[in-house]
């Protein structure tokens, strides 16, 4: 299975910084068609996970442009800039490359 | 809007079935694979597998082949995961979630918690 290891484990964050969160995976998640099968996932307090971005860097729909997402191959980083309150919650960095489907064990962001 | 509307609460005496339920709207069921992802109380998030409403075909992680059995109604816009001999490490949070081309997981229901309990 891939592995995916995100770091740091938790994040505290004055609103109006900026926060990032590193995801790296066990392989490269660089398909052969070109498409590399990472997305992140906000899961706010007692809710749903929500899609952020996909594809490294795609934002999903309805998500704020302050979320944004780089990387390649092995190593992954969402940024989150102007950090506001309702951004509270624990962020997963997940591969979709091959079954079974692997997520990273979470980055809890707070408010300072 | 899409929209994936899980069955209530459950709880389970130990060595017994549950069966949570998915209705899928908003969109055509049998278009997109349904996965299912598990959340143990204060844990991460677990991958469990999918089933693909249109031709019934599935896939599980290896630890859930035997815990698990994804199914779906094609006439109700509805798929079903069911969780046998139940046992405390099955006490989790249960979300089906709809999966976009393979690329990724776009909507997800809202959970199912699921406790085990005598």
């Known amino acids: 299975d891939i592995m995916m290891t995100q770091s740091p484990l938790s994040v505290a964050v004055t609103p109006g910084e900026s926060a990032s969160i590193s995801c790296r995976s066990s392989k490269s998640l660089l398909h052969s068609n070109g498409i590399t099968y990472l997305s992140w996932y906000l899961q706010r307090p007692e809710k749903s996970p929500q899609l952020l971005i996909y594809q490294i860097s795609n934002l999903a729909s309805g998500v704020s442009d302050r979320f944004s997402g780089s990387g390649s191959g092995t190593d992954f980083t969402l940024k989150i800039s102007k950090v506001e309150t309702e951004d509270v919650g624990i962020y997963y960095c997940?591969?979709?490359?091959?079954?079974?489907?692997?997520f990273g064990s979470g980055t809890k962001l707070e408010i300072k | 809007e899409v929209q994936l509307q899980q069955s209530g609460p459950e709880v389970g005496r130990p060595g017994s079935s549950v069966k949570i339920s998915c209705k899928a709207s908003g969109y055509t069921f049998t278009d997109y694979v349904m996965n299912w992802v598990k959340q143990s109380p204060g844990q991460g998030l677990e991958w469990i597998g999918w089933i693909d409403p249109e031709y019934g075909s599935t896939d599980y992680a290896e630890k859930f082949k035997k815990k698990a059995t994804l199914t779906a109604d094609t006439s109700s816009n509805t798929a079903y995961i069911q969780l046998s001999s139940l046992t405390s490490e099955d006490t989790a949070t249960y979300f089906c979630?709809?999966?976009?081309?393979?690329?990724?997981?776009?909507?997800w229901g809202q959970g199912v918690m699921v406790t085990v309990s005598s």
């Open positions: 997940v591969q979709f490359l091959e079954v079974p489907f692997t």
């Open positions: 979630a709809r999966d976009t081309m393979g690329i990724t997981l776009d909507y």
